[in-house]
């Protein structure tokens, strides 16, 4: 007999720590498995950065806890998380673009350092995939010299950029960004055509780039942790 697969991300009864618009604590129980992608309605932005922080080991629950790759975020080193975390690929805006680097930088700095490519592959694929979220090539100027426009765009490519293990969404800019539904949907389906797994945290599920996923599970975080929803 198999044994079932073992999930990608696995949140276990996982606190969040304190809402911005709730004054209950709120313990999640999440499964992602390899293969799949998860819509998760968040309300309050706090709320969703807090939520990425914990499935990407940045923040330990309170109780609870968040594996990754079935090892549990918090019985790892410092050194050990970062490794791991190396497999993720995160679409946000937030702790991104470092004052010290390019946006360039900023995107092919984890592929360079931390995997054995050729450079010349990678600026290939982070070309592609620019052109692919409607950049004509890599933003080369620092964030502040840099269009918001093309930062949203070039938070996608350095999400997707390596084929990482699980990619996690979290960009409110997206949602109000129609020409950005197609080619995020491409992406997505290309990500879990070659057996990644997709968590996008949206701020409504009615989102336009949103609309255009075919997801397995669908959630909406309350005060009662994640509850299970039907898309309309």
Known sequence: MARPARSILSLQ????????????????DLELPR????????????????????????AAPTDGQVRFLG????????????TRRRRIGTVV????????????ESVLVARFYHFDRPREEVIAEATALARLFGLPGLPVGRRETT??????RAACVRGF??????????????EATAD???????????ALDRGATVLWIVESLAAEAARFVTAEQVFRLGDHGLVQVRRR
């Open 13 to 28: 009864a996982a606190t969040l720590g304190e809402r911005q618009l709730s004054t209950t604590t709120t313990r999640i």
């Open 35 to 58: 293969g799949g992608a998860t819509l998760v309605q968040v309300d309050d932005e706090i709320d969703a950065v807090a939520l990425v922080d914990l499935c990407i080991g940045l």
């Open 161 to 174: 950029l390596g084929a990482p293990d699980l990619i996690v969404v979290q960009d409110q800019s997206l």
């Open 180 to 190: 950005l539904a197609v080619p995020m949907a491409q992406a997505i389906a290309e």
């Open 147 to 152: 269009p918001r426009r093309a930062l949203v």
């Open 71 to 82: 090892v549990d975020w918090q019985a790892r080193g410092a050194r050990e998380r970062l």
């Open 93 to 104: 805006q937030t702790h991104v673009w470092p004052a010290h680097m390019s946006v360039l």
